[in-house]
């Protein structure tokens, strides 16, 4: 017997701010009903966007398409409609009214999915603009306005230990790359 479980990409529409609950409450569902077979994977594609607050870095998963969610289903029986009684979701993305949902083309699917792993990329290849030994000043948090000098650098978080004078004193301090600026 030919499997005949192939599945596509969808899209579910879903009220704006409300994709992580929709997922949550697909997954649930799907399980409850004994249907993972027929759905593999609820995605919400989100960028990390990374903001200064009170002098701290926050790093927040931002969705990326506000009101889609994405599933890898093979949408078979009542599926569709389970889904669209979900909480929150609107229905299918390029649904006919009345019709089937649409799947996305492969093509589409992997901008998505690609945009997702483009953006985890970029973070990481960003060239890191400073030297050892190189004058900077600080300009975020308690030692804003101090000049200092770069003794490491740590790329993997993005972070510069700095010497700088305090009181006459030398001390280190370890800065994010977005607290300090070239002198």
Do not use: C
């Not at 990409?9 to 997954?27: F, H, L, T």
């Not at 078979?76 to 083309?105: C, M, N």
């Not at 589409?108 to 060239?127: F, H, I, P, S």
Request: proline share 4%; aromatic share 8%.
């Amino acid at each position: 017997m030919a499997d005949n479980n192939v599945k596509k990409w969808y899209v579910v529409r879903a009220v704006s701010g409300q994709e992580n609950k929709v997922k949550a409450y697909i997954e649930t569902e799907i399980n409850r009903l004994g249907m993972s077979d027929y759905i593999s994977q609820v995605l919400v594609p989100t960028e990390k966007v990374v903001t200064v607050r009170d002098g701290k870095k926050v790093a927040k998963d931002k969705v990326y398409f506000p009101g889609y969610v994405m599933i890898e289903a093979n949408l078979v029986g009542e599926i569709p409609h389970i889904i669209k009684s979900i909480t929150s979701v609107i229905g299918f993305l390029g649904e006919v009214k009345g019709g089937d949902p649409v799947p996305l083309r492969i093509s589409e699917v992997n901008r998505m999915l690609g945009k997702v792993d483009e953006l985890a990329v970029n973070t990481d290849t960003q060239n890191i603009p400073f030297t050892i030994g190189e004058t900077i000043k600080v300009v975020d948090g308690p030692f804003n306005g101090f000049n200092g000098t770069i003794e490491k650098i740590n790329e993997d978080k993005r972070k510069l230990e700095v010497m700088v004078k305090i009181f006459g004193r030398k001390t280190p301090l370890e800065l994010a790359f977005m607290q300090v600026e070239k002198v």
